[in-house]
């Protein structure tokens, strides 16, 4: 009967303990699905962030373009109520022969800036090729050049309000690491750190179940000190 008491005490001291041996599972568990959801989130950002700088890199005389699309600052008023300073502008890349119509708003490239403005009128110069008036929106008069279709890059899509500056910092050797150095690295740790951490508190647990006085095998099976589970 002792034997039986003894067995029973000490099954169910580890059936106390095992409570919270689960709650560190469910903890670790938590904290790998946060870790997957993290990344998830940072992936899109990462991708663009590369594409932006291997795009500077391989062509540094435009504008860095992702999937098909640049985004560019706007560094004045001229088109607003529509977008405004610091404002990002998001413009689709156009091929050679694309045709634009009266009312597209047109980025393209004027002296050493680029402009994004609306088309007023289609003409022709005088060797018959095809040239764009335009103007701003919050301008009184047209704008003093004409555009050739070489000089556009693409037409305008959508704005980010007062995300430009943003995106001059992730062009700076310090945007940069935040942006594409820093995301490798959370990565890192959330797929390192993590099992590192479950590893150490398995090997705390095996270890406080062979404490002396704990008369647990490690297998979850009690068993009493040599010759008091004895029955004479």
């Known amino acids: 009967m002792e034997s039986e008491r003894i067995t029973n005490e000490t099954s169910a001291d580890f059936r106390r303990r095992e409570p919270a041996h689960n709650r560190k599972s469910s903890f670790l568990s938590i904290s790998n699905i946060i870790g997957i959801i993290l990344c998830v989130l940072m992936l899109p950002g990462f991708l663009i962030s590369m594409t932006l700088f291997i795009s500077s890199l391989i062509h540094p005389d435009v504008p860095p373009s992702c999937f098909g699309y640049t985004p560019l600052m706007v560094q004045s008023g001229s088109m607003s109520?529509?977008?405004?300073?610091?404002d990002l502008v998001l413009v689709q890349n156009g091929a050679s022969d694309t045709v634009y119509a009266v009312g597209d708003i047109i980025c393209f490239h004027s002296g050493d800036a680029y402009v994004t403005h609306r088309i007023k009128e289609i003409t022709t110069d005088e060797n018959g090729n095809t040239v764009?008036?335009?103007?701003?929106?919050?301008?009184?008069?047209?704008?003093?050049d004409t555009v050739r279709p070489d000089q556009i890059l693409g037409v305008y899509k959508t704005h980010f309000k007062g995300m430009g500056k943003a995106l001059l910092f992730?062009?700076?050797?310090?945007?940069?690491?935040v942006c594409v150095m820093l995301p490798i690295f959370l990565v890192f740790l959330l797929f390192t750190v993590p099992p590192r951490i479950a590893a150490r508190k398995k090997r705390k647990h095996m270890t406080a179940r062979r404490i002396p006085g704990d008369f647990s095998d490690g297998n979850g099976m009690g068993s009493a000190p040599e010759g008091r589970n004895e029955i004479r």
């Open 81 to 86: 109520p529509l977008f405004d300073e610091d």
């Open 132 to 144: 764009y008036t335009t103007q701003g929106d919050a301008n009184n008069t047209p704008d003093k």
């Open 170 to 177: 992730i062009q700076t050797p310090v945007g940069m690491i």
